[in-house]
C-alpha cells in the first residue's frame, strides 16, 4: 500500500508554454500533498502544502502565480508551472501523507524548459 | 527556522564495509526523524523515530535518536552496490504539517 505516482514522468517543453503535473495516492485517500523541487545533488526544497478542498500554503520565495497548485480530490494534487522558463528546469516531486508525518514520494517529474 | 545537517555530504566505501551516516537537527516542538533513501527517482521510506534509545532495525540497516542531543545515526553494515544512494533526514516539528530535510549524504559502494 501508499503508492503515489506522479505524471508525466518527463516533460521537455518550450520557453513560454505551461507545464502541468499531477500526483495520485493510489491506494490511500490524502488530505495532505507537499510538493518539492530538487536541483541536480541537492537535496528535496519544500515548495508547498497542499490541502484537498482549500488554497495550497507556499513557502517563503516560491511565487504562487507561477506555480499553481490544485487539490481538487482526497488523490489528486496538480501542479501546474505557468510561463516556464528555462530556470523552471528541475526535478519536481510530489508526496502524499496517509498517516502523520510520514509521507509517500511519488517518482517525481523532470522539467527541461528550452 | 528548523534545520537539518547531515554528514558527510558524501562517501566511498567498499562492499563488506560499515559506514554511519549523521544527521543533526534543531526544531521546535520536535515529533520525529525520518529516514530516506534516494536512488535515480524519488525518496523511499527507511525509518521513522520518534524516542531516544531505541533502535530501528531492518535487514542491514540501523538507526537510533538522541534527543538530548539532537542527533541521529543511520549505519549501514556489510554494504553493497546496491546500497550506493543519496540518504535523506527529515525532522517534523508538532506545529506543521511538512518536513525540514537535510542535505543528504551521497554514499557509493564500490566492489
Known amino acids: 500500500g501508499a503508492v503515489v505516482s506522479q505524471h508525466p514522468s518527463r516533460v521537455i517543453c518550450k520557453s513560454g508554454t505551461s507545464v502541468k503535473i499531477e500526483c495520485r495516492s493510489l491506494d490511500f485517500q490524502a488530505t495532505t500533498m507537499f510538493w518539492y523541487r530538487q536541483f541536480p545533488k541537492q537535496s528535496l526544497m519544500l515548495m508547498a502544502t497542499?490541502?484537498?478542498?482549500?488554497?495550497?500554503?507556499?513557502e517563503q520565495g516560491v511565487e504562487k502565480d507561477k506555480f499553481l497548485i490544485n487539490h481538487a480530490s482526497l488523490t489528486l494534487s496538480t501542479l501546474t508551472v505557468t510561463s516556464a522558463h528555462p530556470e523552471d528546469s528541475s526535478f519536481y516531486i510530489c508526496?502524499?501523507?496517509?498517516?502523520?508525518?510520514?509521507?509517500?514520494f511519488g517518482p517525481g517529474t523532470r522539467l527541461t524548459v528550452l | 527556522e528548523d534545520k537539518v545537517v547531515q554528514s558527510p555530504l558524501s562517501l566511498v566505501v567498499h562492499e563488506g564495509d560499515t559506514v554511519t551516516l549523521n544527521c543533526s537537527y534543531e526544531?521546535?516542538?520536535?515529533?520525529?526523524l525520518l529516514w530516506y533513501k534516494q536512488e535515480k527517482k524519488a525518496p523511499t521510506f527507511l525509518f521513522m523515530l520518534?524516542?531516544?534509545?531505541i533502535e530501528k532495525k531492518s535487514g542491514r540497516l540501523s538507526s537510533i535518536l538522541d534527543k538530548k542531543e539532537l542527533f541521529s545515526i543511520l549505519n549501514i553494515t556489510a554494504t553493497q552496490t546496491g546500497d550506493s544512494a543519496v540518504y535523506l533526514c527529515?525532522?517534523?516539528?508538532?506545529?506543521?504539517?511538512?518536513?525540514?530535510f537535510g542535505g543528504g549524504t551521497r554514499l557509493m559502494v564500490k566492489p
Open positions: 526544531v521546535t516542538n520536535f515529533r520525529s
Open positions: 520518534t524516542s531516544s534509545g
Open positions: 497542499s490541502n484537498e478542498g482549500s488554497k495550497a500554503t507556499y
Open positions: 508526496s502524499a501523507r496517509r498517516d502523520f508525518p510520514e509521507q509517500f
Open positions: 527529515a525532522v517534523c516539528n508538532n506545529a506543521g504539517n511538512m518536513l525540514t
